[in-house]
C-alpha cells in the first residue's frame, strides 16, 4: 500500500534546531522522529512511500535513502529549484505537494495515508482506514479530543452525528469553538481527491483543500480515535517529548544504549567517575561524553554525545546537543542547548556567541575558551534561573 510523508516544510517554530537540521530530522534521543513514522507505516502494511521535501532536503535524503534498511520503498519529490549551484527550497504546500507527485506520474492508484512528519503517533492505521472505506469517504482526517481549556492552540473540526465534516474552525476562543476534536494532521484519502486540488501552484490541504470539500459536499469525514500523539510543532513540544520518552510516558520510544544505574541510560564510552558526580534520572548520556567530577545532573535530562560537562557544571531538567560543552560552573534550569543557541522552555532564545557567553556554552571541539574575569562570573546565573 502507498503512503506520503509531508517533510517539506521550513520547521520556524522550531527553530534554532531547524536551522541545520529538518523537522523531520529532528532526533528523539538520536532517532529521527520521520524514522518512527516509517516503522508504524510498515507495520500497518503501507510499504510505498513518497515524502516530499524542499528546506534542508539532502538530509532527509541520505539519511533514508531509498527506504531498503527500514524495510521500505520511498521516493522524493524536491520543492525548489537551483540558484548559483546551491538547492533553494520552494514548499508547494501540503496538498501541492500530493498533486505535484500525481502531475509527475500517477502514484496515488487506491487508498492512501498522508502523514505529517513532525509528530510521534501510535495509531492503529489499519482500523483508520477500514472505518474510511466502510463509510465510503473520499478523504477522512483523523482527530483526538482535548480538554476544552486547550482548543484555541488548535485547528478544530466540527462534524456531525455521522462523522461527515461540517466546518473548520483555526484556534477558536474557549467560548467559541464548537467542537474539541482537532486535526492530527493525519489524513486517508482516495485518489479522486487529486481532482480537486489545482496543479503548478501552492496549494495547503486544511486551510484550502478541506473546505473546498465541505463546500461541494464530497463525502468527507472525520474520525475521533484514541491514540498516542506527540506534536513536534514547537520547542516546547519537542522538550516535552524528551520528558515523555526519558519518564516512560510515551510509549513505544525505547531509551537507547545501556542502563548503567536505575534511570540513569549511556552512549558507548562515556568518561565519568560515577562516585564523584551527582546524577538522579531519568537521565540520557550519549557516547564519547565527558562529566567531569563535581558535576551535577538533575533529570529528566538529555545529553548528546560527544558534550563535555566541566566540573562544577549543573544540568537540570535541560536537553543538551551534541558536542556541547558546558563550562565550569555553569548552572543550566530547564533549558535546551543547540550549538550557539540557548533556549528556554518558553521558546525564548539567547545566541551565546552574539551575546560574548561563548566562554559558558561553546562546541566541544574547540579548544577549551579562556575564563572570563571575576566579575563577569555572575552571568552563569543567567542561564540557570530557571524563569
Not at 110 to 115: I, K, M, R
Amino acid at each position: 500500500m502507498k503512503a506520503m510523508i509531508l517533510a517539506a516544510g521550513k520547521g520556524t517554530r522550531v527553530r534554532p534546531i531547524t536551522y541545520t537540521i529538518p523537522k523531520p530530522m529532528i532526533p528523539i534521543l538520536q532517532k529521527p522522529v520521520m524514522e518512527f513514522l516509517l516503522e508504524l507505516l510498515r507495520q500497518h502494511g503501507f510499504d510505498q512511500i513518497m515524502v516530499n521535501v524542499s528546506h534542508l532536503a539532502s538530509e532527509i535524503e541520505s539519511y533514508f535513502r531509498d527506504g531498503q534498511r527500514f524495510g521500505v520503498q520511498i521516493a522524493y519529490s524536491f520543492e525548489g529549484r537551483i540558484e548559483d549551484g546551491e538547492l533553494v527550497g520552494e514548499a508547494i504546500g501540503s496538498a501541492g505537494g500530493m498533486r505535484r507527485i500525481q502531475d509527475f506520474s500517477p502514484f496515488f492508484d487506491d487508498t492512501f495515508v498522508v502523514l505529517c512528519g513532525d509528530a510521534l503517533i501510535d495509531l492503529d492505521l489499519t482500523a483508520a482506514v477500514k472505518w474510511h472505506k466502510a463509510k465510503g469517504a473520499i478523504a477522512t482526517v483523523i482527530m483526538r479530543s482535548v480538554p476544552r481549556e486547550e482548543v484555541s492552540s488548535y485547528g478544530i473540526v466540527v462534524t456531525d452525528d455521522t462523522g461527515r465534516v461540517k466546518a473548520f474552525q483555526e484556534k477558536p476562543a474557549v467560548e467559541a469553538a464548537l467542537s474539541t476534536n482537532i486535526s492530527t494532521g493525519i489524513y486517508i484519502f482516495e485518489p479522486e481527491v487529486l481532482d480537486y486540488i489545482p496543479s503548478g501552484q501552492q496549494y495547503d490541504i486544511g486551510s484550502q483543500l478541506f473546505p473546498k470539500l465541505v463546500e461541494i459536499g464530497a463525502p468527507f469525514y472525520g474520525l475521533v480515535m484514541d491514540f498516542q500523539w506527540v506534536d513536534i510543532g514547537k520547542v516546547p513540544d519537542y522538550w516535552h517529548a524528551i520528558r515523555g520518552v526519558l519518564s516512560r510516558e510515551i510509549k513505544n520510544v525505547e531509551i537507547p544504549g545501556h542502563e548503567v544505574a536505575p534511570g540513569i541510560y549511556t552512549g558507548l564510552n562515556v568518561a565519568v567517575n560515577w562516585d564523584k558526580v551527582d546524577i538522579t534520572g531519568p537521565v540520557y548520556i550519549g557516547g564519547m561524553t565527558r562529566i567531569e567530577d563535581g558535576a551535577k545532573i538533575i533529570g529528566p535530562a538529555m545529553i548528546g554525545p560527544n558534550c563535555w560537562i566541566c566540573s562544577g557544571a549543573t544540568v537540570d531538567n535541560s536537553v543538551i546537543f551534541d558536542y556541547s560543552r558546558l563550562g565550569p560552573g555553569v548552572r543550566l534550569v530547564d533549558k535546551l542547548v543547540f550549538g550557539r543557541y540557548c533556549v528556554d522552555k518558553n521558546g525564548a532564545t539567547i545566541d551565546v556567541q552574539a551575546a560574548a557567553l561563548d566562554w559558558l556554552i561553546t562546541d566541544a571541539r574547540h579548544p577549551q575558551p579562556s575564563q572570563p574575569p571575576l566579575e563577569h562570573r555572575a552571568i552563569v546565573e543567567l542561564l540557570g534561573n530557571g524563569n
